[in-house]
């Protein structure tokens, strides 16, 4: 029964940790007609809780493998009582930077479900349950919609000390109905990283998630603002706005994980990327709001699917180190919504308008989708080379000249020749005198007319011993039909005739 909980219960967790997470940026516009902020300094409150909400994702996704996601979702949520309180008493732009900097653990908890729950499903299920538990994302559509509602009714102060009590409602329910049976690893923390940095997946996967999740960690901390400054809406309809944006991408979450289950992730990453490129462009471009909102739905689209197709891709690649790789992965998503605030803001204080920002986008998504298709090519390449070195026939590949190029482990096992003492010799080398011209000279005029041989033909090993095998030979060919290349397989029948 506790097991089945689990679910359920770390996706109302995550939905309350990026309630909290987005305090401040939900609030902004009520706070600022009682706290002085400098207007070139507002970029940097609203996105100054995302750094510790990033750099804190690696060690809680360690430690969710080491004492469990209970263990670490309560001390969470204890620890955020503290800034919760101070911001609420606020009066002072230092206040809500401090505050604002401790409130990084509600958005750090992601990386401890995304390791955790996976533990209680077969992998064809990983992504679409790391896609519902992501779904806890509409927390911070929660609280850009209703915190400004409520403000509007008891003040932002009464506001922010509602949240106490939500946590400790949930401080409550993790003691109560958290897996204390959880399965822990305990693998040292600097041995893991040292396990995974060099691995290029990994930093590709950062990237990724650095776009689809960073963006939409960026859309919702500057929409409302924005919104309200360049469109001149008024603060509830910005927050409607931006809450639309945020359910549309949270709700694509588990559906991107459900796709990335059923079909080829890479391939749904070269969509998402393609989508990006073209409605970044169209940001760009400072359209109306009419066309402005169609591009940030397509882009809401487009993160929901992609944060659900990473979280699918994670798990595959990386199955012992799952807990360090998803705290590094979502770290960098994190620090995706810090950066493109300061940036847009940044670039807009400079050239008075924001098309530069929406242009980096579109070229980084456009990077980002020629190495998905890279990946895609290197894990066929992978493929390949994996059949060629665990098969157990004998391989070898020569030019036309009949120069040997390649030859496997299987080669090795069966003739005695290492990989330094064939390649650049020729199938000579296992020559015995059994056959004679003839026999070769027939052999070559099947390949050249039908494009491949096969039969029983006496070799040697490098001991001198002789054997029976059974070989095919088939003709690699260019563009022009021209041979290019040979491969021979081979299997020892020795004692089948014997």
Known sequence: MIKKMQLPLQTLNLVVGFMVWVIISSLLPFIQEDIQIPADKIAILTAIPVVLGSILRIPLGYYANVFGARIVFLVSFILLLFPVFYISEASSYIDLMIGGLFLGIGGAVFSVGVTSLPKYYPKE?????????????????????AAPVIATQIGWSMTVKLYLILLLIFVLLNFVFGDRNEERMRAPIMKQIKSVYKNEKLWYFSLFYFITFGSFVAFTVYLPNFLVDYFELD?????????????????????????????????????????????????????????????????????GIGNGVIFKLVPYYFQQQAGIVNGIVSMMGGLGGFFPPLLLAAIYSITGQYSIGFM?????????????????????????????????QGILVTDRNGTILAINPA???????????????????????????TFYDEMWQSIHETGMWQGAIWNKKKDGEEYLEWLNISAVKDGAGEDVRYVGTFTDITDEEL
């Open 411 to 437: 080669f090795t096992m069966l003739t005695g020749y290492t990989e330094a003492e064939a390649i650049g010799k020729t199938p000579a080398i296992l020559k015995t005198g059994r056959q004679d011209k």
């Open 360 to 392: 980096l986008l579109s070229s980084v998504s456009l990077a980002s989708l020629v190495i998905v298709i890279s990946m895609h090519y290197q894990d066929k390449l992978e493929v390949a080379n994996e059949v060629f070195n665990s098969t157990g």
């Open 125 to 145: 299920r990983h992504g679409f349950v790391n896609g519902i538990y992501g779904a806890g994302n509409i927390g911070t559509a929660i609280s850009t919609f």
């Open 235 to 303: 603060k509830v309809d910005a927050g409607m706005r931006t809450a639309g944006f945020i359910a549309v991408a949270t709700a694509l979450r588990p559906v991107g994980g459900w796709l990335g289950d059923k079909f080829q992730p890479l391939f749904l990453l070269m969509g998402v990327f393609v989508t990006y490129t073209v409605a970044a462009m169209l940001l760009a471009f400072s359209p109306s709001i009419f066309l402005y909102s169609v591009g940030c739905i397509v882009i809401a689209i487009s993160a």
